[in-house]
Nanobody
Framework: QVQLVESGGGLVQAGGSLRLSCAASGGTLRTYAMGWFRQAPGKEREFVATTRWSGSTQYYADYVDSVKGRFTISKDNVKNALYLQMNSLKPEDTAVYYC????????????????WGQGTQVTVSS
C-alpha cells in the first residue's frame, strides 16, 4: 500500500513560483505512473501533469494545455518523491493539488490512479 503526502503549497502572488513535493512510503515510485491533479472550489478534479518511464532513456511527460511552459513535473526515484515546479502562477491556478500513483495506466484520467495524497492548497493572489 503506497502512501503519498504532498507539501509545498501556500499563498503566492501572481507571477510567482511554488514547488510542490509528494513523498511516498510503503512502495517505490519507480514503476508507477505518477500524476498531479487539482480541484478548485465548485469544480471537478482536473488533470495537470503526468510522468512515466518511457522505456527509453527519458521519462514521458504530459501537461494540460493551460500549464504548458509554466509547470514541470519530475520524479526522483532515489528519494522516492514526485515534484511539480510551478512558475508564472496565475490566479486561475488556485486549487487543492493532489499527487497520485498508478500501478498501470494513469495518464490524464484520474479514475486510473490507485493511490492519492491528501492534497495541498495553492492560492495565487492577483
Amino acid at each position: 500500500q503506497v502512501q503519498l503526502v504532498e507539501s509545498g503549497g501556500g499563498l503566492v502572488q501572481a507571477g510567482g513560483s511554488l514547488r510542490l513535493s509528494c513523498a511516498a512510503s510503503g512502495g517505490t515510485l519507480r514503476t508507477y505512473a505518477m500524476g498531479w491533479f487539482r480541484q478548485a472550489p465548485g469544480k471537478e478534479r482536473e488533470f495537470v501533469a503526468t510522468t512515466r518511464w518511457s522505456g527509453s532513456t527519458q521519462y514521458y511527460a504530459d501537461y494540460v494545455d493551460s500549464v504548458k511552459g509554466r509547470f514541470t513535473i519530475s520524479k526522483d526515484n532515489v528519494k522516492n518523491a514526485l515534484y511539480l515546479q510551478m512558475n508564472s502562477l496565475k490566479p486561475e491556478d488556485t486549487a487543492v493539488y493532489y499527487c497520485a500513483a498508478a500501478s498501470s495506466g494513469g495518464g490524464r484520467v484520474f479514475r486510473l490512479y490507485d493511490y492519492w495524497g491528501q492534497g495541498t492548497q495553492v492560492t495565487v493572489s492577483s
